[in-house]
């Protein structure tokens, strides 16, 4: 249970890391799509990068929730999470890509763009807290046992 509680405590530094760099480099991938394509590119690039940390932070949201509950219950919880997420992305992108209107407002590579640069971005702000960090056990200098020679 400590570590539930470990595990739940620390998530928002985690989430915040893992937004913070996902925004950064989403907000590159929407700097770079303003400068070449204007306005549709602004549009498409925010919103593949607003899908994908929508995405990831959801989630992050189910997975802390989960951690509070019985180990199948909350793999259940977590399984179904993903599904309602996968379905409701799905069914978004489905539309907005057959629908006249978002379609030509749309460029479905800035929407790639974006959204990949999000992710790789997400990514790299959980690898960088989850990276292990030095134990100080081992930067401990030795002392000998009392009544060796040293």
Known sequence: MAFAATAVGSARRFLSSAALAGLLAGGLSVVTATIVDQRRGLASASAGVVLVLAYFWTGQV????????????????????????????GFL??????????????????????????????FIGLIVVHSPKPKPIYDQPYVAPKGWDA
């Not at 189910?62 to 309602?84: P, W």
Request: net charge positive; hydrophobic share 55%.
């Open 93 to 122: 992108l489905s539309w907005a890509l057959s629908s006249a209107t978002p379609a030509s407002r749309v460029s479905p590579q800035w929407v790639g763009a974006g959204g990949v640069a999000a992710g790789i971005g997400w």
């Open 62 to 89: 189910v997975e802390r929730s989960a951690m509070r509950l019985a180990n199948s219950q909350g793999m259940v919880l977590i399984m179904s999470g993903y599904l309602v997420r996968v379905v409701l992305l």
